[in-house]
């Protein structure tokens, strides 16, 4: 190998030119790529990419391109100063040279720190360009790296400007099933910045995307692939609350339903990407109505709650939890069954499937049957299990004070339930609750901790006492003091249930320092809103209670 390489720096072009094509060829196998770097191709190939002969920079660039196949080769040809002619072959007149150089580019650029050098060395406008290009290879391949540079952030933004949405909306309807694959998987990778997603809508994508989700031919996995895409770009388009009315009204449920129908014949990505699309989608009030009216569409989300792949699990329990915050559908997914795997995902080993599967049995409960139901499927165990977290407050991650946050709000709900109060105090609730009201926990955690406090000592006077001595009452304090007057709320209505019916709870209210907050908040202020004007109210009632 080492003669042929030192045979690349002949000024004979007509000895440069066999010993190119030679080692083109030896670069293709695997075993050749680090061989080649060893023995010190790399450079001389770069230099080669500037050659005037046309074969010679031919050669080169799929050598090159084979070459940057590995890790280690991404790195040292770009180290090696290979973006920068690679991207002026992008303008070449020959159009296998360009086909080359776009082939080199788009493996180099998978590594992470390539990305960047690419956009730097100008490779995104001649790119753009080359998606209108005769050649449906060049279109391919110009696609792919785009689609690859756009998943750094301020590539994302670069490419817009560029005017890269344009053309690539127009591809969305390219002859070829690959071209449009890689545009839809752009557009997705583009969308996924907050700008770009009116911009990508604006430009007319939405129509096409939903189009391909009805992708079908000759290869069904090339199908599949740009089924995957454009439900994955329908997806990161449906974050906004335009977008969700427009990608539901462009007709996209049907078919994202029927690929989750059809789950046994889908891929993981694929299944992935539409219930990720249906859980954006569903957050918006009427699309929850429609989705839940396409035909097996509650089914198939009940189904795939088991779906093997956790990524899955977590944007269908997303998909049920929204789905579930309406009335009608509380019941729909009761009666298909969705409790028990519901439960079952409360234990899942992924923190964002747990979340997700609280909230969804969270919005479940709010129905007065779903609360008896739950409780018989055996949630309030796990739900109890999840209180505890995994660690310290202060180093929880987002999913696990969600998970938290979800979990109490649930059991809150569950015990409005008469018989259930028991249970939930049976399954050992009322201490990680109370140790929840600490203020080194997320506000939105305190709130259902309190709540849930209050549901469980409601009309249950064992309870109450349970509830004050296990030290409840003085963080519950605390929390009238907080600017947040929705916990406040809370707060105010879990210590008057606790002393509703105790005379000793009460002496533990006075004795804790009880007066002074709610002496202050029985005092009337300029301009208060309707709810302070009802804590004002029940602080009155409280004082009265407490001190006559």
């Known amino acids: 190998m080492e003669p042929l390489v030192r045979l690349l720096g002949d000024a004979d072009s007509a000895v440069r030119e066999p010993a190119m094509a030679a080692l083109r060829n030896i670069a293709a196998p695997a075993e050749n790529k680090a061989l080649m770097a060893r023995a010190g191709a790399i450079e001389p190939l770069v230099r080669l990419l500037s050659d005037p002969s046309t074969a010679i920079r031919e050669h ?113 309807s390219d002859p070829d099933a690959a071209v449009r694959e890689r545009a839809a998987a752009a557009l997705g990778n583009i969308a996924v910045h907050a700008d770009n997603k009116r911009r990508v809508a604006g430009a007319g994508a939405i129509a096409p995307l939903v189009a391909l989700l009805h992708e079908d031919g000759a290869h069904a996995a090339a199908a599949a692939a740009v089924r995957k895409e454009a439900a994955g770009a329908l997806r990161n388009l449906a974050t906004t609350a335009e977008n969700k009315v427009l990608v539901a009204e462009a007709g996209a449920i049907a078919p994202l339903v029927q690929i989750l129908r059809d789950a046994a014949n889908s891929s993981t990505a694929l299944r992935k990407a539409a219930a990720g699309a249906l859980r954006n989608l569903t957050v918006n009030t009427d699309n929850k109505v429609r989705v839940a009216a396409e035909a097996g569409a509650i089914e198939a989300l009940v189904a795939l709650l088991s779906d093997a792949d956790a ?58 049957a779903n609360k008896a139901l739950l409780a018989e499927a055996g949630a309030i165990a796990p739900l109890v299990s999840l209180l505890r977290g995994d660690g310290d407050a202060a180093t929880a991650t987002d999913a696990e004070a969600g998970v938290i946050e979800q979990a109490a709000a649930a059991l809150s709900s569950i015990a409005m339930h008469a ?7 049976s399954a050992g ?24 406090l209050w549901h469980v000592a409601e009309n249950a006077p064992a309870n109450q006492g349970l509830v004050a001595r296990a030290g409840a009452i ?26 509703s019916s105790s005379t000793e709870n009460q002496a533990m209210l006075v004795s804790a320092g009880a007066i002074e907050p709610l002496t202050r908040l029985s005092q009337m202020r300029e301009g208060e809103s309707d709810e302070e004007a009802a804590l004002r109210r029940v602080a009155e009632m409280l004082l009265v209670k407490i001190v006559g």
């Not at 509380?330 to 969705?338: H, N, P, S």
């Not at 609730?429 to 849930?452: E, M, Q």
């Not at 963080?475 to 002393?499: F, H, N």
């Open 60 to 172: 080169a660039a799929v050598a090159v391109r084979h070459i940057a196949v590995t890790a280690e080769n991404k790195i040292r040809v770009a180290s090696a100063g290979a973006i920068e002619p690679l991207v002026r072959l992008l303008d070449d007149p020959d159009t296998a040279v360009r086909k080359e150089a776009i082939g080199a580019l788009r493996n180099i650029t998978v590594h992470a720190e390539n990305k960047a050098l690419a956009a730097s060395a100008g490779a995104i406008e001649p790119l753009v360009r080359l998606l209108d290009d005769h050649a449906t290879a060049i279109r391919e391949q110009a696609a792919a790296v785009l689609q690859g540079l756009a998943m750094t952030p301020a590539n994302k933004v670069l490419l817009a400007d560029t005017g890269a949405i344009e053309p690539l909306v127009r591809l969305l």
């Open 429 to 452: 609730a009322i201490k990680p609750l109370v140790r929840l009201l600490r203020t080194d926990h997320a506000a939105g955690v305190r709130k259902s901790a309190a709540g849930a």
């Open 474 to 499: 003085a963080p519950l304090l605390q929390m009238l003091s907080d600017d947040d007057v929705a916990l406040r709320k809370e707060a105010m209505g879990a210590l008057w249930i606790i002393t």
């Open 311 to 368: 990524a899955v699990r977590k944007e269908v329990a997303g998909a049920v939890r929204n789905v579930a915050s309406n009335a009608e559908n509380k019941v729909r997914l009761a009666e298909a069954g969705a409790m028990a795997p519901l439960v079952r995902l409360l234990s899942d080993a992924d923190a964002a499937v747990r979340e997700q599967a609280a909230g969804a049995v969270r919005n479940l409960a709010s129905h007065a």
């Open 419 to 425: 018989d259930n109060k028991a249970r939930v105090v």
